[in-house]
């Protein structure tokens, strides 16, 4: 199973609700990671998960908070969103985020397109 | 300067050319290098690592020149379904899993 699996796949909110996004891998990966892509744009990376413990926020405003259950699930939960942070949201995992020397290809899952109005 | 420069095209080719893109990073002590394949709407896919001494997959080559921080794919025999954006990726140096993306690449295959 190379799959990263993310629900829903799609989502529209106003400002003041509480939503969030899922993703789920049974790879064995331990590190799993959270980015937001505008259109026309790479991907940005936003968070990242190595063992289960927060290892990088990139300075993520509050109102996106990040979660992970546990190996194999991750978060990111949702409230008083602004318009322009309607994206296509995506999680993606890999073996490891800090074997040194080693190529952790990560594999993305198909994403969230995420409509704040 | 970007930390990894590509050139966004579009390339539009026939079917059946070879099509080289190219691709700049700016941290020598980046590690590991990728290329991965977008099609619009959909996540990006990994279509390569890219190593040292290179590496081929089919009608796919891949080459790194770290002494000029420089990364290269070549499609050999382009298909229609080749037809996408392709994303120069890097990791950083510190291995935190982290990586850097490139602009993209968009390639249109014609008939």
């Known amino acids: 199973d190379t799959e990263v699996t993310q629900t829903p796949k799609h989502l529209v909110m106003g400002m003041t609700n509480k939503k969030s996004l899922k993703c789920e891998q049974h790879?064995?990966?331990?590190?799993m990671y959270w980015y937001k892509q505008k259109a026309k744009k790479p991907p940005e990376l936003m968070f990242v998960?190595?063992?289960?413990?927060?290892?990088i926020n990139e300075s993520v405003p509050s109102r996106f908070s990040p979660e992970c259950p546990n190996s194999s699930l991750l978060n990111l939960h949702l409230h008083a969103l602004q318009p322009e942070d309607s994206a296509l949201y995506l999680c993606?995992?890999?073996?490891?985020?800090?074997?040194?020397?080693?190529?952790?290809?990560?594999?993305f899952g198909p994403g969230t397109r995420l409509t704040v109005l | 300067r970007k930390e990894v420069e590509q050139d966004p095209g579009p390339f539009n080719v026939p079917e059946g050319a070879t099509v080289a893109f190219n691709c700049t990073y700016s941290?020598?002590?980046?590690?590991?290098f990728f290329w991965y394949r977008q099609d619009c709407r959909k996540e990006p896919k990994l279509l390569m690592s890219?190593?040292?001494s290179g590496n081929e997959d089919g009608r796919f080559t891949a080459q790194l020149n770290r002494a000029s921080q420089y990364i290269s794919l070549l499609i050999r025999d382009s298909k229609l379904s080749d037809s996408a954006t392709y994303l120069c990726?890097?990791?950083?140096?510190?291995?935190?899993?982290?990586?850097?993306f490139g602009q993209g690449t968009t390639l249109q295959v014609k008939p």
């Open positions: 790879m064995g990966h331990r590190a």
């Open positions: 890219v190593y040292s």
């Open positions: 941290n020598s002590a980046s590690q590991s």
């Open positions: 993606a995992s890999s073996q490891e985020g800090r074997l040194a020397g080693a190529y952790n290809e990560q594999f």
């Open positions: 998960y190595s063992y289960e413990k927060l290892s």
């Open positions: 990726v890097v990791e950083g140096s510190s291995n935190t899993g982290k990586l850097i």
